[in-house]
Structure formats: structure tokens, C-alpha cells
């Protein structure tokens, strides 16, 4: 599967800023130290320029900022861009050790309060490139960090990739992985309250975690079918009846 291009109309994330730095809203000219704003890294796997990959992944950093903002924490978010890393990813794996770029870019991840994952999906699973900059990130590098996981594709069906290979693997790196992954597929652009409300909703879960108000009412689900009771929970009340 390739990696889908924009539809015509769509914003191309190219002309997305790197980060969110430039909006004063967010308090970029801050120094980034302990008392300074929540730093979020926004690590997108996107490959071709622009990237429905890269557009989902600045779209969920805004969606952070702008919830970071409304509570009044002031936040910086920061992307990198795995397509600008391959050679050096590759590199690391032969040479042993990252070159200035890669460490700069690792350094990043592992400084932030919080990550964005966002990766296309390729034979159900995650991309190459993204799985390999996890592979050279030191493994203690998530524990205990939030992250939010998303991805995209080009039908719906792909969407069981975001639990069965990126939950796992962040499950793995100890990371806290909020409820709500986001997946976008090719449909979701021309038609996409649905997709909103996925963003919203993680977005909200990312900064209850980051504000320590976990216990904020949810954003609404984007259709009835997304509030599925598990089935030992239907088998229960069945036997009850009985």
C-alpha cells in the first residue's frame, strides 16, 4: 500500500510549520527547562511531501496546544520529520551510533513531556522507517511519558494496526498510551466531523494527562457504533437474565 496524496482543497502539511514555535499563544519564546512551557514532540513517519501522514500529525499537535492553551498551560510543540532521517536511521544501524541529526532528533523525543506518534500503514502494520527510529531510541527514553498513537491509510480496515502493532510496541517502552488512537483514512478527508472528534477526544485525553485532570468528561464519540460494549459485559447481563 502507498501512502495516499492530499485531495485537492486539503491544506498540504508542507506548508505546516515545524512547530507550533512562531504562535505566541503557546509561549514558544520561552527556554524549555522545568519551569518553562510543556514541550510536545510530534514524531511523523510521513514519506512523500505533502503527506496525509504528516497533515494528521500536525493537526493533532494543534489540537493539544489548543486545549494546553485553554487551560492555561503554556506549550511548545515540535516536529520531527522521520522522512528528513532515513539516511541517518540507516547509518546508525551500520556505524553503531546516531550522527548529529539523529541524536538531535532523539534528544528531542527524549526531553518532551509528552510524544505524538503518527505513522502510515503498510501491510498491516507500522512503517519501516518509524519502527526503526523507535528500534535506535534508548529504550528507558518513554517510560512513563504520555503518547498518543495514530495513523493512516487507505481504507478503514487498517485501522486495527493502531492496536495490534502500535499499542504493543509503546506498551513495550513502558510509555502511558491514552485511550483514544486516531486513525485517518483516505474517506475521512472529504468527510471529516467523524475524524474531529477522534482528534478532539485524544487531544483532550493527551492534556487531561499532561494537567493532571484525568477526569474530564470525554469528547463525544464520533458515531454510536464507537461505544461498543465488550462482550464479557453483554455475556453478563445475558446471564442475568437467564
Known amino acids: 500500500m502507498t501512502e495516499f496524496p492530499l485531495q485537492s482543497g ?3 502539511a508542507a506548508e505546516a510549520p515545524d512547530d ?22 510530534v514524531v511523523s513517519a510521513g514519506l512523500s511531501v505533502p503527506s496525509s501522514t504528516r497533515l494528521l500529525a500536525d493537526r493533532l499537535g494543534e489540537a493539544v496546544a489548543r486545549d494546553l492553551g485553554a487551560a492555561e498551560v503554556p506549550v511548545r ?55 526503526s527510529f523507535f528500534d535506535v531510541l534508548d529504550q528507558e527514553a518513554l517510560t512513563g511519558k504520555p503518547v498518543l498513537i495514530a495513523a493512516t491509510g487507505g481504507t478503514a480496515r487498517h ?18 498510551v491514552v485511550p483514544t488512537a486516531v486513525y485517518a483514512a483516505s474517506e475521512d478527508w472529504g468527510n471529516n466531523d467523524g475524524l474531529n472528534r477522534r482528534i478532539d477526544r485524544a487531544a483532550a485525553e493527551l492534556a487531561a494527562l499532561l494537567t493532571g485532570t484525568g477526569g474530564r468528561r ?25
Open 159 to 176: 485501522s486495527l494496526a493502531l492496536e495490534h502493532a502500535l499499542r504493543p510496541l509503546f506498551a513495550y517502552l513502558r510509555a502511558v
Open 10 to 12: 486539503e491544506r498540504p
Open 20 to 41: 507550533l514555535a512562531n504562535d505566541p499563544r503557546f509561549s514558544a519564546d520561552e527556554p524549555v527547562s522545568p519551569s518553562g512551557p510543556v514541550r510536545v514532540v
Open 218 to 242: 470525554a469528547a463525544p464519540a464520533a458515531d454510536p457504533m464507537e461505544e461498543v460494549v465488550p462482550f464479557a459485559e453483554q455475556l453478563a447481563a445475558l446471564r442475568v437474565q437467564e
Open 77 to 131: 510543540v515540535e516536529t520531527v520529520e522521520l522522512r528528513d532521517l532515513a539516511g541517518d536511521i540507516a547509518q546508525n544501524f551500520t556505524a553503531g551510533f546516531p550522527g548529529p541529526k539523529l541524536t538531535a532528533a532523539l534528544d528531542q523525543v527524549t526531553g518532551a513531556d509528552a510524544v505524538i506518534a503518527v505513522t502510515p500503514i503498510f501491510t498491516a502494520s507500522y512503517s519501516g522507517l518509524f519502527k
